[in-house]
T-cell receptor, first 109, second 118 residues
């Protein structure tokens, strides 16, 4: 059974304090690993797709990396507007998505 | 990216009534849409896969007679919560695949609908 585990559950950062979020996964035939940002009361907003180990994607202060067992989302010099819940999801060989529970990030000025 | 619109964004209803939630793909056609349910601080749980022109596919444990799904066109899927009860209160989110082939690309999500059943 596909599983996605995100850690930590919550992360509190000072503005400018870089950190990383972890997404560990087990999946039968990875078709893609996805990162989303979700603000309270809103639907998830797509950030990145990673397809193979070694792949990296960047967007502003965010950088996502992928290995065969996990993915990291690095937040460099975060700002308060980066506060959100970050969700990781994998799509298996059948195209079915499995989501992690998310990491709630709070960035304080 | 592709835009998915969901309506209403929040609804309060009395126990025993039915509530309909709409999900539209605004700038692309979606033969498949997915309906998720999310409880506070929990993961998105797939409820059902909505297929245009055919019956929806429900995940194990999801009552198809309670959560009616209709995908009448290539841009609209609806979820009707029938005879809603307080335990049905949740955040419901729809999504559609944005790739040219189903299940090869990312999912784009609607804004979500907060249902509160009194």
């Amino acid at each position: 059974e596909d599983q996605v585990t995100q850690s930590p559950e919550a992360l509190r950062l000072q503005e400018g304090e870089s950190s990383s979020l972890n997404c560990s996964y087990t999946v039968s035939g990875l078709r893609g690993l996805f990162w989303y940002r979700q603000d309270p009361g809103k639907g998830p907003e797509f950030l990145f797709t990673l397809y193979s180990a070694g792949e990296e994607k960047e967007k502003e202060r965010l950088k996502a990396t992928l290995t065969k067992k996990e993915s990291f989302l690095h937040i460099t010099a975060p700002k308060p507007e980066d506060s959100a819940t970050y969700l990781c999801a994998v799509a298996d060989s059948w195209g079915k998505f499995q989501f992690g529970a998310g990491t709630q990030v709070v960035v304080t000025p | 990216g592709a835009v998915v619109s969901q309506h209403p964004s929040w609804v309060i209803c009395k126990s025993g009534t039915s509530v309909k939630i709409e999900c539209r793909s605004l700038d692309f056609q979606a033969t498949t849409m997915f309906w998720y349910r999310q409880f506070p601080k929990q993961s998105l749980m797939l409820m059902a896969t909505s297929n245009e022109g055919s019956k929806a596919t429900y995940e194990q444990g999801v009552e198809k007679d309670k959560f009616l799904i209709n995908h009448a066109s290539l841009t609209l899927s609806t979820l009707t919560v029938t005879s809603a009860h307080p335990e049905d209160s949740s955040f419901y989110i729809c999504s559609a695949p944005g790739g040219t082939e189903i299940n090869t690309g990312e999912l784009f999500f609607g804004e979500g609908s907060r249902l509160t059943v009194l």
